[in-house]
């Protein structure tokens, strides 16, 4: 995985996180090429797009778009996994979560993305170790 | 209400909060800018505030911020700070901060290195985890570099939670660091092997990221993978391990057939579609590198077609998109196969998705057959009609056009109807592709002898439709057709039914507003009409009419003569002059028309696009040799200009030598003179820039001017790329008459229909060798020396990925050890109660260190290295071996003889006859030894020493120096026995007891080099007094030796560094 972008309906990004080093700039160029190509996709089409030699792998969870960039031998599937896993990760730790708890509690989002996902690798398959890190290190954090 | 003002700012600054600032922002929609730099302001007065408490605060407002595209960086430093906190929350909102806005360039993460390595080494694993995490994200080359150790020794950490994140960080440090992927390696491979599922899927995950990119380095450790892939029941971690086996199939066939059972097994039992797709996308791959020879695995290929269609069936539409990607990848080896779903796919036409329908397209190409092509394209003909968007319906067209010239217009029976469709595409409002349909026209006309009648008819009634198709001309590009259509008609015009109504059309003043290069096409092609009318009307003797058509010229001609563009200008006043010069031959009667048509005589030839490339270098022509002498370096400046010119001067002279002999020449010659002759816009004047131009390629060095030449040759006989393409084609007419045989095959195909199918074959093979006495030299010419298929060609030099193409199954040279910053614990123990020097002062030694360091172990890399050759190679040999076994033997992949396991086989040897030795070591307990002394001479020990000497040093949370191993055998001797695990490798044993002391030893077979054992030594103070001293020695034999620090004599002992208080 390149990178995960989360943003909503409107195309504000609410949540970034890249796994290769690019200047600022290009970041946003990117992000907001890919909003606008993601956004301007049909509800009815598949969650794949090829975008330059990367794919995007998207999905959208109420009115959130949850975006993964990854490479062309990737698995498309086990990327929509990934991203459904995190989502689950951030319903089971916040009790339902909506987009605000993203907006207000961004950082727990960052905690608990990088609890799942480490360099673009998936690090912890198990919902439960997961939250209970994350969990755990809240607690330390009292 | 100015005091209410003052109070509600000064709360804002001490009180707002994260959430403060997100609901601030949402409620200053308006002027959100200016409320944010009102917040930066205050952010930037918090951070000057001595509280860590309010930085941290301010760091996270300003990692919000960033997330909304303001620039954070200047806070770098505040981050830093942030980061540096002792407490947890504070350093999680640091090292967040630092992971979103971190990057390479940025200056100072380099002061970030020891505050990481402390983080790192820290007792609470979430200090260090949250590290690890930080530094997954901002590792730059050079903390790759001085951290890789660190990581290192923490994929051996007690926690689960701290070693898989080590795991994966370790793939980020190698693409920073591919020096450190040697060292790391073997340890990284015992983590497959880990009690711990999640760190097992992180080491796997690791691999496979490592082995996609250069598998071949890998093959070794597929037994291993193979027998997790038949145990684990982790989809997440067997999509892994199946991708990495369809990286590694191509390089190992034989794996392949041993693996199509199992992955077989998992299609049929799995219900993860995404495993499901992964095993048939490996099983694909499998069969492609089987390729031929092996018949008994249609029924995999059955299956996974199947199992697609079951894909393609599904409602998802992400499952049918994946299913077509799939079969597509089949059919390229198993055309067969997918044919067979054909009804399915022209399905998915209909699709709503675009990206299903494009998939489906893909497809289609490869689906033709003579049988089904017409019907097909008949679909494809509807949905073009009902495409909306331009980008599809584009797509579609070329598509059409794919299809139906692939292989040489291998499946076409009926031309007739090919060029219909290619007349209908016209019609198509808005597309780019004009010049695509443009090509095809002169393609399918000039090659195709017999079509030429029809498709002259159909240009015609093109050209007399231009205004519908010039309507709209310039915002597309289907006018590119009407150059085609003028070309066919003025070159073919022989076959002309109503060539003065053609010709008319050419002529009628709207022609002025199409682009310059068909205007072009157009007056150059109108001459060629009017030469045929006027013979026919000659040969007929109606003078009159004759005279009518040369006046009709003379009338028209003008408007072209005014164009704007050179070309058309220039052409349209010389063929003005030419026809005036013809009328006045008129009034006398002269009959001019033979003259005239003489002009065009001549039939082009379609040259094939790389025919340029395929000319053969002749015997003796070295093109790169200088024809001059080399201008010399010491030439003044003014002398130059006249060495090009020379230079060029004799290129002219020389600008035949690529032709193949003389005789040929000649008459190539002579004939080029007379088309010369013949030709009235050729300029007869001594080099003309055309003429070098068109002359040079042969001599020049040829890629630089075949890109120019390629242009007018891909479309062959273009009346508009100039004369010297004729002179060109003329030239090559022999190598052409292979085609020209080709040709009258499609005509006879064209006759007879029903004999198509040998014919067929034929002309496909005819094709292949277009200028067959040049074939063996395209090898040698387009491909660069030794150059390998794809593979390399395809990566990009500066792909990260590519460093670390590293041989991971040689031992590690000395030279290539993980930088170790080992003289930590003398630090300590020197000093143990300057707990945390600071920060800066810490980072310059161990800088220097290391150096010095590293370039002893260069040294000692290059003496060594004679006597592991010998074991290297030996060793090599037998992975090999093993590899073979495993492939060959049909039986259970046995856990036997695994490449895993050899280094520590070959330790164990050498610890044997170690043992032995041991007994005659002597240690003796001396009081009172300079502690200064002892420090500096420890310093020098390398980490690689046999010896490693352990202690009950309270002060062991600082000793991270040396391996993990070291590291490990650290906790147990620590007393903490009790709370953790014991780690497998600790089994000590006693090796000698008496009053004063007792020491249990281990051996372990050193992992990063396996000609050495590190013997770990744990010594227990059995006395009553405080041990101050202690050396250590053994005596050499000739299998064995003790590393001793550089200098000292084979009978020196090593200082024991530390002291023993009494128990």
């Keep these: 995985i390149h990178f995960i972008l989360l943003f909503s309906r409107q195309g504000k990004l609410r949540l970034q996180k890249w796994y290769m080093t690019l200047p600022d700039k290009e970041k946003k160029k990117i992000i907001r090429e890919i909003i606008q190509i993601i956004l301007s996709r049909n509800q009815k089409t598949s969650s794949f797009v090829d975008w330059k030699d990367l794919k995007l792998v998207y999905k959208r969870y109420a009115s959130l778009y949850f975006c993964c960039a990854i490479e062309e031998q990737d698995n498309e599937l086990l990327t929509l996994e990934v991203i459904h896993r995190y989502v689950e990760l951030l319903d089971r730790y916040f009790g339902n979560v909506c987009e605000l708890d993203i907006i207000f509690n961004f950082e727990k989002a960052y905690f608990i993305l990088d609890e799942f996902i480490i360099g673009g690798e998936v690090q912890e398959t198990s919902k439960r170790s997961a939250v209970k890190a994350i969990e755990d290190s809240d607690m330390l954090q009292e | 209400m100015a005091l209410k003002m003052v109070k509600g700012s000064i709360d804002r600054m001490f009180d707002k909060n994260l959430q403060d600032l997100v609901r601030g922002i949402r409620n200053h929609k308006e002027d959100e800018a200016k409320y944010i730099s009102q917040c930066i302001d205050e952010i930037k007065q918090e951070l000057k505030q001595d509280n860590i408490a309010v930085k941290a605060n301010a760091v996270c407002k300003l990692t919000y911020l960033q997330m909304l595209g303001y620039d954070i960086s200047w806070a770098a430093f505040n981050i830093i700070e942030v980061m540096s906190a002792s407490k947890f929350t504070f350093k999680r909102i640091g090292y967040l901060a630092a992971s979103q806005c971190f990057h390479e360039g940025t200056d100072v993460i380099m002061l970030t290195t020891n505050q990481i390595r402390k983080d790192l080494s820290s007792p609470n694993q979430y200090d260090t985890g949250v590290a690890l995490t930080g530094l997954s994200c901002f590792v730059t080359p050079d903390l790759a570099r001085d951290l890789a150790n660190d990581i290192m020794t923490l994929m051996s950490h007690t926690k689960p939670y701290i070693r898989k994140k080590a795991v994966l960080i370790m793939y980020k440090v190698f693409l920073k660091y591919p020096e450190s992927l040697r060292p790391a390696f073997p340890r990284l491979k015992e983590k497959l092997e880990d009690p711990d599922p999640g760190v097992q899927s992180a080491a796997v995950n690791v691999i496979c990221e490592l082995a996609r990119r250069n598998p071949k380095n890998y093959l070794s450790l597929a037994p291993l993978f193979f027998k997790l892939m038949t145990s684990s029941t982790n989809n997440w971690v067997l999509i892994k391990i199946i991708k990495l086996f369809g990286a590694l199939t191509p390089l190992e066939p034989r794996l392949g057939k041993k693996l199509i059972e199992p992955l077989t097994n998992l299609i049929h039992s799995t219900s993860a579609m995404s495993l499901l797709y992964e095993c048939v996308n490996t099983v694909i791959a499998v069969l492609i590198s089987l390729s031929s020879g092996m018949p008994n695995h249609s029924a995999s290929i059955q299956l996974c077609v199947q199992k697609l269609r079951i894909l393609i069936e599904d409602s998802d539409q992400n499952l049918k998109y994946l299913g077509l990607l799939a079969m597509s990848k089949i059919l390229k080896t198993h055309p067969k196969s997918v044919q067979s779903h054909k009804d399915l796919i022209l399905q998915c036409l209909d699709d709503k998705d675009e990206s299903i329908r494009l998939r489906a397209l893909d497809l289609l190409y490869g689906m033709v057959s003579k049988k089904n092509l017409m019907e097909i394209v008949k679909k494809l003909m509807i949905h073009v009609d009902k495409a909306e968007g331009t980008t599809y319906r584009d797509e579609l067209l070329t598509k059409i056009i794919d299809i139906c010239s692939q292989s040489n217009y291998q499946y076409i029976t009926n031309f007739e109807w090919y060029i219909s469709i290619l007349v209908e595409l016209t019609r198509l409002e ?571 030893y281990d051996i372990q077979g050193n992992l990063q080099n396996d000609s050495q054992v590190t013997v770990s030594v744990i010594f227990e103070n059995k006395s009553t007094s405080f041990l101050k001293s202690m050396e250590l020695n053994v005596l050499d034999s000739l299998n064995t030796k003790m590393l001793r620090p550089e200098g000292s004599s084979v009978h020196d002992g090593i200082p024991v560094p530390f002291q023993l208080p009494p128990e």
């Design chain 2, 430 to 1000: 808005g597309t780019r592709h004009g010049h695509l349909i443009a090509a095809q026209m002169l393609d399918v006309a000039i090659r195709v002898k017999a079509i030429r009648k029809f498709a002259v008819s159909q240009m015609a009634m093109l050209l007399d439709n231009a205004h519908l198709i010039a309507s709209n001309t310039q915002r597309n590009g289907i006018c590119e057709v009407l150059y085609a259509a003028a070309w066919i008609c003025g070159e073919f015009s022989e076959h002309l039914e109503e060539a003065n109504q053609t010709l008319e059309a050419m002529l009628r003043p709207k022609v002025t507003t199409l682009p310059g290069h068909i205007q072009a096409v157009y007056v150059q092609n109108m001459v060629k009409l009017y030469a045929s009318i006027l013979q026919q009307k000659e040969q007929s003797g109606e003078k009159e009419a004759a005279q009518e058509i040369t006046q009709l010229m003379i009338e028209r001609l003008p408007q072209f003569v005014q164009s704007a563009d050179l070309e058309v200008q220039e052409r349209a006043s010389c063929i003005l002059q030419l026809i005036k010069y013809i009328q006045k031959l008129q009034v006398k009667e002269v009959p001019v028309a033979e003259e005239v048509i003489a002009l065009f005589a001549g039939e082009l030839n379609p040259v094939a696009p790389k025919a340029q490339k395929k000319v053969p270098v002749p015997e003796g022509l070295d093109l790169d040799a200088w024809i001059n002498e080399p201008p010399s370096d010491s030439e003044s400046e003014d002398e130059k200009p006249k060495t090009i010119f020379h230079d060029e001067e004799q290129r002219h002279s020389r600008h035949r030598q690529p032709e193949i002999d003389e005789e040929e020449l000649a008459r190539r010659r002579e004939a080029r003179k007379q088309e010369q002759a013949n030709n009235p816009f050729y300029i007869k004047s001594s080099p003309s820039p055309q003429k070098r131009y068109q002359d040079t390629p042969g001599v020049e060095h040829i890629p630089v001017v075949q890109i120019d030449l390629s242009v007018p040759l891909k479309v062959p006989g273009m009346p508009m790329s100039d004369q010297y393409v004729k002179l060109e084609e003329e030239r090559r007419h022999k190598q052409k008459l292979e085609k020209d045989k080709k040709k009258k095959k499609q005509k006879k195909e064209k006759e007879k229909r029903g004999k198509h199918h040998r014919h067929n074959s034929l002309h496909t093979e005819s094709e292949e060798d277009i200028a067959p006495a040049h074939h063996v030299d395209i090898i040698t010419e387009e491909m660069p020396e030794n150059a390998l298929p794809s593979d390399e060609d395809d990566k990009d030099p500066n792909d990260p990925y590519k460093a670390l193409d590293i041989d991971l199954d040689k031992p590690l040279a000395d030279s290539e050890k993980l930088p170790v910053q080992r003289h930590r614990n003398v630090e300590t123990l020197k000093s143990p109660d300057s707990e945390a020097p600071l920060a800066e002062k810490k980072s310059k030694k161990p800088k220097k260190k290391e150096k010095k360091h590293k370039e002893k172990e260069r040294e000692k890399g290059k003496k060594k290295e004679k006597e592991k050759k010998a074991a290297e190679e030996e060793e090599e040999e037998k992975k090999g071996e093993d590899l073979d076994f495993w492939l060959s033997t049909a039986p259970p992949p046995a856990s036997t003889t695994q490449p895993q396991s050899q280094p520590e086989v070959g330790g164990a040897h050498v610890a044997e006859s170690q043992e032995v030795e041991k007994e005659e070591r002597e240690e003796r307990d001396e009081e009172e030894e300079d502690e200064g002394k002892k420090s500096s001479k420890h310093k020098k020990k390398k980490h690689k020493k046999e010896k490693e000497e352990k202690s009950k040093d309270k002060k062991k949370s600082k000793k991270k120096s040396h391996h993990s191993e070291e590291e490990a055998a650290e906790s147990v001797q620590n007393g903490t026995l009790d709370d953790e695990p014991l780690p497998p490798m600790s089994s000590y044993r006693l090796l000698a007891e008496n009053t004063y002391v007792k020491m249990t």
